[in-house]
């Protein structure tokens, strides 16, 4: 791989003057992360410096660590982009592996953000309520929805200032005129941090997976003006469709044939008309809650859904 070469080179260029390393001993650090444990070229990089880093006690904006652009939660829309933040810690979550530090929601005056550190990370941890500067900190994408991650490079500093945090929620009513393809009985890949949809049994990511099910709609709502694509995750679907996992798993199997549980889910909830309310990612709205309002007469709505 010559572009871990080149990598090496401009790594050892920067701590040549303070410590004795080579640039094969670099590489070898490089190639071990990248070849061995499938880590990002980038985020390899920034790893290796940040040991290096430790070693000189050479303070991070020296490497260019400020040179990242400060970002607000809300405006975060591409993947793996190095950003600083300035968040306030709004919630944090039980760890859904042993290989994670924390998992939470960092928030500011625009909304809030998921964000992740690894256990292999060696960070402070962050604590509800309190105020932070973090630099350097990657983005990840998942359908639409953006999240960060904090790694090994990330500089965390308490703020003496409150950050006060935005509602990032939206409100949306209109007639579901239709649900997409890839609705209903779903595998996700089971990898850690992963859970990517699989298409004919490979995930994008991670090839050839048993996946797990899950249950989710896609669907279209019409507010009469427009229409707006809206996610139902596995609670919400269960919750709008009265049909549970358990019940999607034997009607797919009776029939040998899981698209009959997104066939089942359309005649159940089309042409009704609902009340809406989730943050945005993306062209989506993710439902946290839902109000039925009452059955409608979709037909030309529909024929406009499916044209956009």
């Known amino acids: 791989m010559s572009d871990l070469r080149d990598h090496a080179e401009r790594i050892h260029e920067q701590f040549s003057d303070q410590l004795d390393v ?7 650090r490089l190639r071990t992360l990248v070849e061995d444990y499938s880590v990002p070229v ?6 290796v410096e940040s040991t290096y880093l430790d070693e000189t006690g050479m303070d991070r904006d020296e490497l260019g660590g400020g040179d990242n652009e400060l970002v607000r939660a809300a405006d975060i829309d591409e993947d793996e982009q190095w950003v600083d933040l300035r968040v306030k810690c709004v919630d944090l979550w039980e760890p859904g592996h042993d290989s994670i530090g ?10 809030t953000v998921r964000f992740v550190a690894f256990e292999t990370s060696d960070l402070p941890e962050l604590e509800e309520g309190v105020s932070y500067g973090l630099g350097n ?3 990840d994408e998942y359908q639409g929805r953006y999240s960060v991650k904090l790694n090994r490079t990330t500089d965390i500093r308490r703020l003496d200032e409150e950050i006060e945090v935005g509602d990032d929620a939206a409100e949306l009513e209109g007639a579901l ?12 890949c089971p990898e850690e941090e992963c859970t ?9 990511e991670h090839g050839e997976v048993d996946g797990e099910f899950d249950l989710r709609i896609k669907g279209v709502l019409d507010d009469g003006e427009g229409v707006e694509e809206v996610i139902f995750d596995r609670e919400a679907t269960e919750a709008l469709t009265g049909i549970d996992l358990a019940e999607a798993k034997e009607m797919a199997m009776d029939a040998l044939d899981t698209t009959v549980v997104a066939d089942e889910m359309r005649t159940t909830v089309l042409g009704r008309y609902y009340r809406v309310r989730g943050p945005t990612f993306g ?3 993710l439902v946290d ?7 409608v007469d979709t037909e030309d709505a529909l024929i406009r859904a499916r044209s956009i």
């Open 102 to 111: 924390q998992v939470g929601l960092l928030g500011d005056e625009s909304g």
């Open 196 to 204: 990517r949809v699989l298409q004919n049994g490979r995930c994008s």
């Open 22 to 28: 080579d640039v094969d001993e670099v590489h070898e």
């Open 42 to 47: 980038e985020e390899a990089r920034r790893s």
């Open 283 to 285: 062209r989506y709205l």
């Open 289 to 295: 809650e839902f109000e039925e309002l009452g059955p």
């Open 177 to 188: 005129v239709d649900i997409q393809r890839g609705s209903g009985l779903i595998k996700r």
């Open 137 to 139: 900190v990657v983005t």
